[in-house]
């Protein structure tokens, strides 16, 4: 059976941290946490718990940073796959080792996608703007070691993993990203992003409040026919957005190429 390494970096996730450790002990070989600093409990609570083998604690706000350190903490584990994930993000209940072991006992895939579904409130996730437009892409994933992977060092927003190469497939398993169920939450959220964003960037943080978003009501079973007809809506949105990003990126290799066309002289 392939290893399997999850990765989690947190700041004060108690409200998450219980839940999130339910749902991955049951999945993951080995975690290893760092803690960028939590004083509500939750690095006690991880500290605490059987499948955490590696904890670090940092200071002052850097993702890009601590990803990397995360990841070298990491492969001291020597995992045959990682997944790194927040705290606010759990599978749905019916995803268990059983299906991820079928995915990483694929020998030609390197890396597997999942989407995120961004809840509103305990029992709906946003149905409409960019939130919902983010949920048709697949942006975690679950990647085969290789020592050519690593985090960019960016110090807010470091993206996922880059340098895996081969073979990528998307899944329709889904995870819940519970981050913005509530004011409070994203008060806090957009506190500690106030103090690293650039100058004058500020106004972006306004776009982490999600307002007058469609509810669509979450179900558990993923047999559910309203599960089934909405992934099938997904992946046309996502096979849209990658046709048009398709056309856009010849469109600006031509132009680079060519340039713009002379005007004519009357």
């Not at 339910?22 to 609570?45: P, Q, R």
């Not at 670090?56 to 995360?70: A, P, S, V």
């Not at 650039?198 to 079973?221: C, F, T, V």
């Amino acid at each position: 059976m392939p290893k399997l390494v999850v990765l989690l970096r947190v700041k004060d996730g108690i409200q998450f941290v219980n839940e999130w450790l339910n749902c991955f002990e049951k999945l993951a070989d080995e975690i290893v946490a760092l803690d960028n600093g939590s004083t509500d409990g939750t690095y006690e609570v991880l500290k605490a718990h059987q499948k955490i083998v590696d904890i670090t604690q940092t200071e002052g706000y850097n993702e890009g940073r601590d990803k990397n350190i995360l990841y070298a903490m990491a492969r001291k584990r020597n995992p045959d796959w990682c997944f790194w994930l927040d705290v606010d993000e759990i599978f749905e209940s019916q995803i268990t080792r059983r299906h991820l072991d079928k995915l990483m006992n694929k020998k030609l895939v390197n890396q597997y996608g999942f989407r995120r579904y961004h809840f509103i409130d305990d029992n709906h996730f946003a149905g409409s703007g960019d939130y919902f437009f983010y949920t048709c892409i697949h942006d975690r994933f679950m990647w085969r070691e290789s020592p050519k992977g690593y985090f960019e060092n960016f110090v807010l927003d470091s993206p996922n993993v880059k340098g895996i190469g081969g073979l990528k497939i998307n899944t329709n398993y889904r995870l819940k990203h519970l981050g913005y169920i509530s004011k409070q939450l994203v008060d806090k959220k957009a506190e500690i992003y106030r103090t690293v964003i650039a100058p004058g960037k500020e106004g972006s943080l306004q776009k982490m409040y999600l307002h007058n978003e469609k509810k669509i009501r979450w179900y558990d079973d993923r047999e559910n026919p309203e599960v089934k007809k909405l992934n099938s809506k997904l992946d046309r949105m996502q096979f849209t957005s990658l046709f048009e990003r398709g056309v856009n990126k010849i469109t600006k290799i031509i132009k680079s190429r060519f340039g713009k066309p002379a005007k004519s002289i009357a």
